[in-house]
């Protein structure tokens, strides 16, 4: 894809967020996987287990080396396995014709991998055609995912040359979606768009998560992009060992160990700010001391989003406003100091008291250290 065109207007609407799919979706277990290419000393993944739970979005992070879309490729057998097994649903995917499973796996890549000559619609109607879809069916599939993704019918018969960079990526996801699997794979997706179509194509396809619920693997090497997409976060080092799997925000909080610390970035303070939305906050009432000027932001932008207002404004309170322009509350630089505060005192009483358990997890999380993570 060439950036030159991403910057086009996407149009008003994206990904659509009304309608309810009827949709299905795996558990994925990793269980001991490794991967070593003949002549290589090191493996390219190394005893690698993790498991993601029906729904939810795993993003894979790591520097360059760490064998993140090596592990994916090895998901839908693109590429074979050394040792250990991959379960989806319950079943081995080594006991599954390759074809076949590829066929029930979406894929997603940065350059949307779109065929040419084809059309929108027959495009998103690939996979539903090498299953033997009936016709009546695949064009009421097309139909339906095209409406999701937010073009307008008649898009259906253009050919990916005609539309903007972000509008054949959502033709991928559509393509990918088309025969409802249960897993998808999306292997930096966003990475060759501009930044400015690439956040919005980010709420976008959060946005469409809330409604499809699949099963997600995601790759990308910005750990801004993995807190923000990622239910869970893998965290990988050189050869595909797992340092820290974990939510985003207990890797921001409790980072298994320095080198995780220091993959995070050392402004992980700010970085949570980016997982609470305003209106989770206590704010201040309207007339307490703490007045807004004219900045105002809604009450479901992130507390991150809010302090570049607030900072933007020279540091006045901003109004925090619902879907009907009605004002709940204030925020000021003093409630965001107050909630950093809080998770801080809350993480050092964890520490203290010995609720996080001797591999680094604070009890009841969904969490899996590397042995040296753990010493």
Not at 163 to 175: D, I
Request: overall charge negative; hydrophobic content about 40%.
């Amino acid at each position: 894809m060439n950036t030159a065109d991403t910057a086009q207007n996407e149009g008003s609407s994206g990904f659509a967020k009304s309608g309810e799919l009827e949709s299905k979706a795996a558990e994925l277990e990793l269980r001991n996987v490794s991967k070593r290419y003949d002549g290589q000393r090191e493996p390219a993944i190394g005893d690698l287990s993790l498991t993601v739970p029906a729904g939810e979005v795993c993003v894979l992070v790591g520097p360059s080396g760490s064998g993140k879309t090596t592990a994916m490729r090895l998901i839908n057998r693109m590429i074979s396995i050394s040792s250990g097994d991959i379960l989806l649903g319950g079943r081995s995917v080594l006991q599954r014709d390759a074809r076949e499973l590829r066929r029930e796996i979406g894929y997603v890549i940065q350059q949307t991998g779109l065929f040419p000559h084809q059309t929108v619609g027959e495009n998103i109607a690939t996979v539903p055609g090498l299953l033997g879809w009936p016709k009546q069916r695949i064009a009421a599939r097309v139909h339906e995912l095209i409406e999701l993704i937010g073009l307008d019918p008649e898009m259906a018969g253009r050919y990916p040359a005609q539309l903007s960079g972000g509008q054949r990526q959502r033709v991928g996801v559509a393509r990918a979606l088309a025969a409802d699997p249960p897993l998808m794979l999306m292997d930096e997706p966003f990475g060759a768009i501009d930044p400015i179509n690439r956040s919005r194509l980010q709420d976008e396809f959060l946005a469409l998560q809330r409604t499809v619920k699949k099963t997600i693997v995601f790759v990308t090497h910005d750990i801004d992009e993995a807190i923000k997409m990622g239910d869970r976060i893998a965290i990988l080092r050189d050869g595909g060992r797992l340092a820290q799997y974990d939510t985003p925000r207990e890797i921001l909080i409790h980072p298994a160990d320095e080198f995780v610390a220091r993959f995070v970035g050392a402004d992980r303070g700010i970085k949570r700010l980016s997982l609470t939305a305003v209106g989770e906050l206590k704010l201040a009432a309207p007339g307490d001391g703490a007045e807004a000027g004219g900045a105002s932001v809604p009450a479901r932008a992130s507390v991150k989003d809010a302090l570049s207002v607030i900072l933007t404004a020279g540091g006045e309170a901003v109004s925090v406003i619902d879907t009907d322009g009605r004002v709940l509350g204030t925020l000021t630089l003093g409630v965001i100091e107050q909630m950093l505060a809080e998770e801080t005192a809350q993480a050092a009483h964890e520490a203290a008291s010995g609720v996080r358990h001797a591999d680094g997890a604070t009890a009841g999380a969904a969490v899996t250290r590397a042995p040296e993570a753990a010493a």
